[in-house]
């Protein structure tokens, strides 16, 4: 079992692995090698441990066993699912065993699709297994948070060339979650309002940072965005869960993020990116801190371009520097 350890100054969890690997074991240079030999290409499903879930292809004029999604463990996981969470301290400091779940999504049997060109259809289906993992592993007491994200492209920290995302469920809150969850529950407790759907209504009266609008959902890029080109979508209807999502709105998600993500290529081909849903914890009854979390947060995906490499003042002061004004990255994305 790899090791939780829990940061007494800042209260930021970091997973410590087993095994510590050498200098050695690090590669400071990234090659990108090809893979002659992809595990979670059609063909190949008996070479990865037992499925968790698919969603089967049932056309008749397939063979059986074919599959439009798929989701396996994680070949090298740093949560697992067995034990129980071994809360302790060790001096001042605070630990707990890696309990969770690390998954791979297989958003295609195809190779080489790039998640733009997925298709709606496909697109809708990758998000209803996203919705369908964040709502089993809501289930297990032990858990707190599951956090579905996207690696593309090398830079962005993908290991495989095979179009998946990653799923990890943690038994404690993440910290970039928590800071999200507490500035929402502070907006909320002074103006009564959930910020996300003051955000929309903002954000649709000017128009200045509107990527797409679609019936239920709108893209933009954030006022203090981080990254230049980095943009949001939410549901226009206020909802702190992902996985309570509406067929109807799954379709209408599949098109603005296919939109999106399009639109992002047309203005820089191959550009690495990574995006990542933020949903409310896992929904134990809830007496005391998050007792309005159902009215004040409101699911979300981000999408990050990595455009930039951070630099020493973003890891020294938490601060970012970001070229293009979201007016203007929006307006590019618009027009794309
Ligand atoms: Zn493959
Ligand atoms: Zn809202
Ligand atoms: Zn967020």
Known sequence: MHELRKDPLLGRWVAVLNNSKPPSGYSLFHENESE??????????????????????????RPSKKWWTRVVPNLSPVFRVEGDLGRRGEGMYDKMNSVGATEIIIESPDHSIRPEDIGLDQMARVLITYMARIADLEKDPRLR???????????SGAVYSHPISHLVSTPVIPKRVKEELDGAKQYFAYKER????DFISEELRS????????????AFCPYASKFPFEFW????????????????????????????????????????????????????PRKNHWHTLGEDFHWHLEVMPRLLRTSGFEWGSGFYISPTSPEVAAKYLREA
Do not use: W
């Open 194 to 197: 959930c910020i996300f759907c």
């Open 207 to 218: 128009g200045d940072r509107i990527i797409i609008e679609t019936r239920h959902f709108v």
């Open 145 to 155: 948070y599951t956090l579905i994200y996207k690696n593309s492209g090398i830079s």
């Open 36 to 61: 002659k030999d992809c595990l979670f290409c059609s063909g190949r499903e008996h070479d990865l441990p037992a499925e968790i879930m698919s969603v089967p292809d049932q056309r008749p004029d």
């Open 233 to 284: 979508i939410l549901p226009k209807r206020h909802s702190c869960a992902f996985q309570d999502t509406g067929p109807e709105e799954i379709e209408d998600m599949a098109l603005i993020f296919s939109a999106g993500l399009k639109k992002l290529r047309a203005l820089f081909d191959g550009v690495a990116f990574n995006y990542f849903i933020h949903s409310a914890p896992n929904r134990i």
